[in-house]
């Protein structure tokens, strides 16, 4: 049997990892400045990660959701206040897309309503709900097709009144910042202005932080930033360091039923087990307070640099799109200085890297930058 072959791979193999290091198979040394797709929160192998996963998975890895698991209630707890919605209550699943798709279910259920009002340009996954509010028809058969959802432009309040105006909407989903579009931000003004939208319509504000958040952008959730509350928050990516895990946030004035949402492998001991490292060692190092400063440190190092068209971005979540001239940057980068980035299109170069990057390996990367652009 061959793999289903739906990815375009680079022909390099890494085998093993240390905080921003890579190791392939041929023992070429790496960088890592994207984190798998912004997976990579506290470092490759953390010490404290790999301990702890280690010693659950030598006394349970895993039973279903029929029985008590205080690992779950311990980080509903710690989740809670970490992120400062510690009045809500906790969905887990196992993935960003799973997120989305339970959020989008709560809301509808919640409001008996069946629309939408999603963005263009949103990537909120791949399952069938998550993918129609998805501004990409490349990604969405035919089956995934829906008429329940309406795609307005990002920070455009009028769009907004006015399809929300007609009635029918159970939900806005948003990101707190778009990531696969290439980095692009809802301003303070728009934050604000949906969040009264979503009340005076009586619309559920869902607020997709799965890649934007976790104390990526220098706060935990991006939306933070604006000083607004959502009433359903999505998290994953950075939330098990590359255990699969996913959450759901839902407010306090959205009540529960059982059976209401359900899963198998949802909340398992491994995964609530990644996700309690990942916040101590967040708390512990101090993570979010470094995610604003090596965000600073790159954007000043980046102000007028000649090789960017636009630098957008907050925190250790960065778009930098490139001047014509310098399309193919990416790929110079990976081969001849071993730093691996990400990309959204041929234009933009996404920086999505691990919190525990240090200032060194900051510099090291902007050197590398310069010195391929001179």
Known sequence: MNLFEVYKLWNIEPVRGLDTTLWDKEGEVYTDLYGGHAVISVGHCHP??????????????????????SLQKDLATRLGK???????SLFLCNSGAEANENALKVAS????????????????????????ATDNPKIQAPFNATQNIVFVPLNDLEAVDAELARGGFAAVIIEGIQGVAGIYEPTAEFMHGLRALCDRYGCV???????????????????????VRADIITTAKGMGNGFPIGGVLISPSIKATYGMLGTTFGGNHLACTAALAVLDIIENEHLVDNAAKIGRFFAD????????????????????????????????????????????????????????ISQETAESFVNAWKELTK
């Open 48 to 69: 404290h990660y790999v301990k702890t996963l280690s010693e659950q998975i030598g006394k349970l890895g895993f039973y279903s959701n029929a029985v008590q698991n």
């Open 82 to 88: 970490a992120c400062g919605y510690d009045d809500y």
């Open 109 to 132: 259920f919640h409001t008996g309503k069946a629309k939408v009002l999603a963005f263009r340009k949103a990537f909120h996954g791949r399952t069938s709900g998550a993918v129609a």
């Open 205 to 227: 504000l869902i607020l997709d932080e799965i890649q934007s958040g976790y104390g990526r952008t220098g706060k935990f959730f991006a939306h933070q930033h604006h000083g």
């Open 301 to 356: 190092a980046f102000a007028g640099d000649k090789a960017i068209k636009e630098y957008r971005g907050k925190g250790l979540m960065i778009g930098m799109e490139l001047k014509d001239e310098y399309v193919g940057l990416r790929d110079r980068l990976l081969f001849e200085r071993h730093f691996f980035t990400g990309a959204a299109g041929a234009q933009v170069i996404r920086l999505l890297p691990s919190l525990t």
